[in-house]
């Protein structure tokens, strides 16, 4: 990954002959906090609230230009490590005061070891540490992130104005309850900055605004990236653990349509970018079903009419939220188009076959075939009599690709080999993710 200060517009450029993709930092931070909202029906709006105070604090602090920018990003995705809806309803709940470090740190361990986010991993990470008269600076040390305490502040004041009144006139019953909590929840250098920002009628409308990206764009100059291949591939990964790891029995479920789809690309004849930006789009296929209530999701049975409808919704908030990042234009169709059928009888969008590019096409049937192999708690995968005679008939049906099909046929023992690796690869990083977790003592709530 390249960093740069200048400000280059968005698109693509070529280093060593290689496509890497130009980006603002703001734009891929913006793009995967509304990926998070997609799982927060509750607090919709709430990471890009907290971004604009968190800054508006932060620079009434004095704090350098750079920590301001780090202290923004890290504002946008706090809650990212939020896996259940039990814990967002809790922490959308002014006097909750439970245990909220949970989520922080899960966070903290999706980003920690990325090249685009690990500088704001630890800031992710004590979101909610409470100052305590400077206990949890005395306990802590430098491991404290004075961005983390900022966050925690902004955090507080957002869940305190409702959403459904107009900020202004909460100004007086939000100053006291912050002002009262100043010292024990908050540092008190940090409450004074925004008590003097509070005064500005400018603050409570800006956070009435309801294009916050428009705030922070025109307020923070933020580096440009150019990623490369391999760091799209980072963020796709990195968007695929928020996915599956919110159900233990589908965590592996996107590496696996990953590496058929890559496997498949391949000998398919696609080039090598193509090839691995296939790859790329295996693990965003599922992006939509953050937007899916879990209990509809993974239910074990069937679903009535009501559920097969929300279901339904997933590939359109695939779409949706990939148009957020203009990284991922070129493989927005591979991820989002793999329940549309070549007859037109797909969903969401009805598109026909004439509209199905080869890469939508491979991806719908890995996506088939990878979730009729993999296990499942109430089911073993299909054997490959099986697998072979449910494609054979959907290609039939002028549902799929039967060339696409012919080719996972003809290669049927490398693909499932692929695939199988692939998944226990994953299920190794989940399995270590859960025992993270447990190993301090966190409930994820996950959906069994």
């Known amino acids: 990954m390249v960093i740069t200060n200048m400000h280059t517009a968005e698109g693509t450029v070529y280093r060593n002959n290689l496509r890497s993709y130009v980006i603002s930092r703001l734009d891929l931070i913006m793009g995967l906090s509304r990926v998070v909202d997609l799982v927060n029906p509750f607090i919709d709006g709430h990471h890009q609230r907290v971004a604009y105070i968190a800054g508006v604090i932060a620079r009434e602090c004095g704090l350098p230009e750079n920590d301001v920018n780090d202290i923004v990003s890290a504002s946008a995705l706090h809650d990212i490590g939020v896996v259940a809806e039990k814990e967002f309803k809790e922490l959308a709940n002014p006097e909750f005061s439970g245990h909220e470090y949970g989520h922080g740190y899960v966070g903290h361990l999706l980003f920690r070891d990325t090249d685009c986010f690990g500088s704001i991993a630890s800031m992710i990470r004590y979101h909610h540490e409470k100052w305590n008269h400077g206990k949890a600076a005395r306990e802590l040390g430098s491991a404290l992130p004075e ?30 309850k912050i002002s009262s909590m100043k010292g024990r929840w908050f540092k008190p250098a ?107 999701l993974y239910k074990n049975g069937a679903l009535n009419i009501s559920e097969q409808r929300m279901i339904k919704k997933h590939t359109y908030y695939t779409y949706y939220a990939l148009n957020c990042f203009e990284i991922f234009d070129h493989i927005k169709e591979w991820a989002s188009f793999h329940h549309e059928t070549l007859d037109g009888n797909g969903y969401p969008f009805h598109v026909k076959g004439d509209r199905l590019d080869l890469g939508c096409r491979i991806m719908a049937v890995a996506d088939i075939f990878t ?78």
């Open 190 to 296: 940090h409450v004074d900055a925004f008590l003097h920002a509070a005064e500005k009628e400018s603050f409570w409308f800006n956070l009435e605004e309801p294009d916050k990206y428009r705030l922070l764009k025109r307020g923070y100059r933020f580096n440009t990236l150019i990623l490369g291949q391999e760091e799209i591939l980072e963020i796709s990964k990195l968007i695929s653990r928020i996915i599956d790891f919110r159900c233990s029995f589908t965590s592996t479920h996107s590496a696996g349509v990953a590496k058929s789809a890559s496997l498949l690309a391949e000998i398919c004849g696609m080039d090598a970018g193509s090839v691995r930006n296939m790859e790329v789009a295996g693990y965003l296929h599922d992006l939509g079903k953050l937007a899916v209530l879990p209990d509809v």
């Open 371 to 448: 979730a009729l192999t993999e296990d499942r708690p109430y089911r073993a995968g299909m054997d490959s009599e099986g697998v072979i005679s449910v494609l054979d008939e959907l290609a039939e049906k002028n549902k799929i690709d039967a060339r696409v099909v012919a080719a996972l046929k003809d290669n049927y023992t490398r693909i499932n080999t692929g695939r199988e690796e692939a998944q226990a690869a994953a299920a190794v990083s989940f399995r270590e993710f859960l025992g993270n977790m447990q190993g301090k003592g966190i409930e994820l709530y996950l959906d069994e």
């Open 147 to 176: 961005g983390a305490l900022i966050i925690h502040l902004a955090d507080r004041v957002d869940i305190l104005t409702d959403r459904n009144r107009t900020a202004l006139e909460q100004k007086a019953a939000v100053i006291d």
